[in-house]
């Protein structure tokens, strides 16, 4: 939502029937879903949709950000595993499944790893911050490559997620990337 004052009892259920409508919509179609359809079937026209959530990637973030925040805490969570590299190889297989929500999804939170001004950049802060030490403990325990960026590693979990959309089983995929991740 834009504004910080609460909405109107019929604005905040045009925003809970736009959130589900997109819901089922991404489901359907993938994040390229027509946003004019989401506002057709939530029964509003497209300016109440640009309203509440002024891009796709606002109405994203919106569908998504309780699970971005999840996925922080998992990570979170994770530390206090004994094997490093397996805390982060289940937290990677957490977020894949997190990625591959919504066909496109993977590819679009992948674009948002470099771009600052991004809504899903800004709201995978938490998740980076908390990926980045995962990657430095199972660094430190000489488990994982000293070399690999934290970044990285979200990138190639987004990579198997956008792979197994297109061709192939993305847990496979994962696989094959953490037996290249391991340190020699």
Same mark, same amino acid.
């Given at each position: 939502?834009?504004? +910080?004052?609460?909405?109107?009892?019929?604005?905040?259920?045009?925003? #809970?029937?736009?959130?589900?409508? !997109?819901?089922? %919509?991404?489901?359907?179609?993938?994040?390229?879903?027509?946003?004019?359809?989401?506002?057709?079937?939530?029964?509003?026209?497209?300016?109440? /949709?640009?309203?509440?959530?002024?891009?796709? #990637?606002? $109405? /994203?973030?919106?569908?998504?950000?309780?699970?971005?925040?999840?996925?922080?805490?998992?990570?979170?969570? $994770?530390?206090?595993?004994?094997?490093? /590299?397996?805390?982060?190889?289940?937290?990677?297989?957490? $977020?894949?499944?997190?990625?591959? +929500?919504?066909?496109?999804?993977?590819?679009?939170?992948?674009? =948002? $790893?470099?771009?600052e001004?991004?809504?899903?950049? %800004? =709201?995978?802060?938490?998740?980076?911050? !908390?990926?980045?030490? *995962?990657? =430095?403990?199972?660094?430190?325990?000489?488990?994982?490559?000293?070399?690999?960026?934290p970044? #990285?590693?979200? *990138?190639?979990?987004?990579?198997?997620?956008w792979?197994? #959309?297109? =061709?192939?089983?993305?847990?496979?995929?994962?696989?094959?990337?953490? +037996?290249?991740?391991?340190?020699?």
């Open positions: 939502m834009n504004s +910080t004052r609460p909405l109107r009892a019929d604005a905040r259920r045009n925003y #809970e029937r736009l959130l589900a409508e !997109a819901h089922t %919509a991404f489901a359907e179609s993938g994040v390229d879903a027509s946003l004019e359809e989401i506002a057709r079937r939530a029964g509003v026209g497209i300016g109440t /949709l640009y309203r509440h959530f002024p891009t796709r #990637e606002a $109405l /994203l973030v919106a569908l998504l950000g309780e699970r971005f925040d999840a996925q922080a805490r998992t990570a979170e969570e $994770l530390l206090e595993d004994r094997d490093p /590299l397996a805390a982060l190889r289940t937290f990677a297989r957490s $977020l894949l499944d997190a990625a591959t +929500t919504f066909r496109g999804l993977a590819d679009a939170t992948a674009d =948002a $790893l470099d771009d001004t991004s809504d899903l950049h %800004a =709201a995978c802060a938490g998740m980076r911050a !908390a990926v980045a030490r *995962l990657v =430095a403990r199972a660094q430190e325990s000489g488990q994982l490559r000293a070399d690999l960026k970044d #990285e590693v979200l *990138l190639m979990v987004h990579a198997a997620g792979a197994g #959309e297109h =061709a192939g089983d993305p847990d496979r995929l994962l696989d094959l990337v953490f +037996t290249g991740l391991r340190s020699r």
